[in-house]
């Protein structure tokens, strides 16, 4: 069985399981040389044999338990028929959104299907005891992006936005769990094993916008997938969203808990079900830093956490990561030490 798998059914594995967000990227030479074969992000990610090569990358260079399909959460906007660029030292940029077009939406979820077949392509490559982690993003951050039309720091227009059109903002989730769960359904038709809802911008809502724009989204999106007759793991990933963990945890439908960098792994066991998985948590920041820094944070998540475990950042790998360390982070995980630089 999948070691991934079995840490999602609620058992302990003496060695957790590890892969980290955003594994395929800036920081793999490997990633680059692909990646500079296309111009445009979003025509790479709908590139099905460059997506399964860098999907693979972080298998064949860290032997990772799992691989993360090679996408984006602001592909679904584009199946919304909104422009979607990614600008070099920028990110990406939508064209913003205004309350008549969330009415007037150029539906077409064909444009998806480049990823279902970069899914079939991994799969078929990938060993049978490695995970393929299928995603999309959660209905609320993929909002944030379509409503301020790029990342902004603390989402006040989109969250203005939400207090201000009530009906707006429940048509345009409701539009986005519609997509996301078709999407996820797909996903899991061609091949993936479990899914993972990034919810990266739960930070900063009072729990009544919490539950409208999170949970509430959430929860109808993980019903659709188990409508469908789809019962492989989902993975629900609420970035910073402090104690509004809890009711997340509860009344979601997710499988099992991945966290940010700033929860205390020992207190959060004690606020969820026993035996429902935790993936987390190591700061990002110790990943770049790298020396005796990085170590103490490993051996600090290892020594805290209790019950079923899946190793994992905090947050995504950034591109000035060092290899060496994310190898080091691994053996010590699996070896007992590593060489930290
Ligand atoms: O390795 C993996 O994790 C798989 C692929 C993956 C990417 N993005 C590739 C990517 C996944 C799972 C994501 C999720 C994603 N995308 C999130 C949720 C997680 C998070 O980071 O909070 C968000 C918010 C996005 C939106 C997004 N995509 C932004 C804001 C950016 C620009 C920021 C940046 O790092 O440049 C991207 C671009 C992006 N997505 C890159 C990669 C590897 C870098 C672009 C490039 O290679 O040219």
């Known amino acids: 069985m999948q070691k991934i ?19 395929a990227g800036r920081h793999l030479p490997e990633y680059l040389e692909v ?17 399964a090569k860098v999907t693979l990358q972080p298998i064949h260079r860290y032997d990772m338990d799992a691989a993360i399909l090679f996408a984006d959460i602001l592909l679904v906007p584009i199946a919304l028929g909104r422009t979607v660029t990614f600008e070099k030292g920028i990110g990406p940029l939508l064209n913003p959104l205004s309350t ?86 797909k996903q899991a038709e061609a091949g993936v094993d479990v899914l993972q809802i990034f919810e990266s911008w739960a930070s900063d809502l009072s729990p009544y916008l919490f539950n409208k724009l999170v949970i509430v989204p959430t929860k109808k999106i993980i019903k659709r997938i188990r409508d469908a007759g789809v019962n492989i793991p989902i993975i629900g990933f609420p970035k910073n969203c402090g104690l509004s963990i ?11 808990i991945a966290v940010s960098t700033e929860t205390p792994l020992d207190q959060i066991r004690g606020l969820i079900p026993k035996n429902m998985a935790i993936q987390g948590n190591l700061d990002p920041l110790a990943l770049r830093i790298g020396g005796n820094t990085l170590k ?6 290892l020594d805290k956490v209790k019950g079923p475990h899946i190793f994992n950042l905090g947050h995504g790998v ?10 080091a982070v691994i053996n010590h995980i699996r070896k007992g030490e590593g060489n930290y630089v």
Request: glycine share 4%.
């Open 35 to 51: 990646r500079n074969t296309t111009n445009s992000f979003i025509d790479f990610c709908f590139s099905p044999e460059k997506a």
């Open 318 to 327: 950034t591109p000035d990561v060092k290899i060496e360390n994310i190898k």
């Open 246 to 256: 809890n009711e997340y945890v509860k009344s979601s439908g997710i499988t099992a």
């Open 296 to 301: 103490k944070q490993v051996q600090e998540i």
């Open 100 to 185: 008549k077009d969330i009415s007037n939406f150029q539906i077409n979820t064909d444009v998806l299907k480049p990823v279902y077949e970069t899914v079939c392509k991994v799969r078929k490559e990938l060993d049978r005891n490695k995970s393929l982690i299928g995603f999309c993003g959660g209905p609320w951050t993929v909002a944030t992006y379509m409503l301020e039309g790029k990342g902004t720091p603390n989402k006040e227009l989109a969250k203005k936005f939400a207090y201000e059109n009530e009906e707006a903002i429940n048509d345009l989730l409701d539009y986005l769990v519609a997509i996301s769960a078709e999407y996820l359904i």
């Open 5 to 23: 798998i079995n840490v999602l059914s609620g058992n302990k594995e003496d060695i957790a399981p590890i892969w980290m967000m955003r594994q």
